[in-house]
């Protein structure tokens, strides 16, 4: 039987990174929201825009986690679809690139240089 796509990443995330950042929620929540920026700026949102979602969100009551994982879901596939891409597809080529020897030296080096719970990736 096949892993699901959310084991093959915590298995890597395991063999990458170790037992302990995997599961450092702080690091996690920063690096989703870098990713889902930098695919937003991919397909052309605006940083002025980014901004005010920003601030509009924390205006807002806190959601409920398991409720806001669906919605993320959802709207990344309904995201996928308005711009003709396959979700699936484009995370399976990503977990075959982040696997490769050379590629997880890269990710290892860049984690080693980041400041511990700084939503930015490296030192500025």
């Known amino acids: 039987m096949r892993r699901s796509l959310q084991q093959r990443v915590a298995a890597w ?3 990458c ?3 302990v950042i995997p599961f450092d929620k702080v ?4 690096r989703f929201f870098e990713e889902s920026a930098e695919l937003v700026q991919s397909l052309g949102m605006t940083r002025a825009d980014a901004h005010r979602l920003v601030d509009y969100v924390y205006d807002r009551p806190i959601g409920d986690p398991f409720q806001e994982i ?3 879901n959802v709207t990344l596939l309904a995201l996928c679809e308005a711009n003709g891409m396959h ?3 484009a995370a399976d080529m990503e977990i075959q690139r982040i696997t490769r020897p050379q590629i997880m030296s ?3 080096a860049k984690q080693e240089t ?3 719970h700084s939503p930015l990736p490296e030192s500025v």
């Not at 690091?27 to 920063?30: K, Q, S």
């Open 13 to 15: 995330m395991l063999d």
């Open 27 to 30: 690091e996690r929540n920063h």
């Open 114 to 116: 980041k400041p511990k």
């Open 70 to 72: 669906g919605g993320v």
């Open 106 to 108: 890269k990710i290892r």
């Open 87 to 89: 979700n699936s597809f």
């Open 17 to 19: 990174f170790g037992p």
